[in-house]
């Protein structure tokens, strides 16, 4: 059998107490494993610790270099072989941020006000190797802005110019450009338009499958994953209450949020 892409074994994952407030824990007890290859919805309601488990598990907050990021604090987490309990430094990190494309949620609002579309997005390329070939880097730009949806002539703008769906489709195209292994992608579609949110997610799943690599969505919305995943893990108050294909977790609610998604899938079949 071949590694696991992530691996977790009941693993709890707190925020540290500082000044007045206590610490707490977001993600309790989970354990789930993704194998290459797959696509995977993470969904549960706000405060479920979706974005606390995507954000460790790509690695920020593994150094523990900062005292308000979350760490695993029992149980283990593995991400291409690395060890995230124990924290990931140095050449090892670079190897794992490599590998892991993380997609943070509100990433649109961090593009560099002055740089056009297409800067932005190659900037990784450049980070990672300055010589990188100018025309190969236009090239997978124009190809992943087209698979994105995006208007021809978007590359040239500023991210001002650009509706807030335009600009968080910038920044998924960002966090693919370097062929991550595995992409975390926390709310992708946020911000963009409903009519084309189960298209975009679509867009990454596409792409990622294309290169028999790995990719977590992380959505509150089940019916934008539903085209794309091929399972979902299901989150609430920090502790998995369903996994499997959607119709399998919708068809078999063990616990009342899951009936609650089950009846509002059904409401809207209807
Ligand atoms: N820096 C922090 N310090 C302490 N607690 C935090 C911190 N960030 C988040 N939390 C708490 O951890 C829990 C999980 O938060 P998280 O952001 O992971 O949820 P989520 O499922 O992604 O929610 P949403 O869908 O609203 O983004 C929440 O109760 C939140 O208040």
């Known amino acids: 059998m071949s590694e696991p892409v992530m691996a977790a074994s009941d693993v709890t994952i707190e925020y540290p107490a500082h000044s007045v407030s206590p610490s707490y824990t977001a993600v309790r007890g989970v354990s789930?494993?993704?194998?290459?290859?797959?696509?995977?919805?993470?969904?549960?309601s706000s405060g479920s610790g979706k974005s606390t488990l995507a954000r460790v598990a790509a690695g920020q907050g593994s150094g523990g270099s900062r005292d308000s990021l979350a760490r695993v604090v029992g149980g283990t987490l593995d991400v291409l072989g690395f060890d995230l309990r124990k924290g990931v430094?140095?050449?090892?990190?670079?190897?794992?941020?490599?590998?892991?494309?993380?997609?943070?949620?509100d990433s649109s609002l961090s593009l560099v006000s002055n740089m056009t579309v297409a800067e932005s997005v190659a900037e990784p390329l450049f980070a990672r190797?300055?010589?990188?070939?100018?025309?190969?880097?236009?090239?997978?730009?124009?190809?992943?802005?087209?698979?994105?949806?995006?208007p021809v002539g978007t590359a040239l703008k500023l991210p001002h110019e650009l509706s807030s769906g335009q600009r968080q489709r910038v920044s998924i195209a960002r966090s693919l450009i370097l062929d991550p292994v595995f992409l975390i992608a926390d709310e992708p579609t946020a911000g963009v338009d409903p009519s084309v949110r189960g298209a975009v997610v679509d867009v990454i799943s596409t792409l990622q499958r294309e290169r028999g690599a790995t990719a977590l969505i992380v959505s509150h919305d089940l019916e934008v994953l539903r085209r794309s995943v091929d399972r979902i893990i299901v989150l609430h108050e920090g502790v998995v209450v369903g996994v499997g294909t959607i119709d399998d977790v919708l068809a078999d609610p063990r616990h009342p949020y899951v009936a609650g998604l089950a009846r509002a899938a059904g409401g809207r079949a209807q």
Request: positive net charge; aromatic residues 8%.
């Open 129 to 150: 190797d300055k010589h990188f070939n100018e025309k190969s880097a236009s090239l997978r730009v124009a190809t992943l802005l087209d698979a994105l949806l995006l």
């Open 89 to 105: 430094r140095g050449r090892r990190f670079n190897r794992l941020t490599y590998g892991v494309g993380y997609l943070p949620q």
């Open 32 to 44: 789930m494993r993704l194998e290459p290859g797959e696509i995977v919805g993470l969904i549960g």
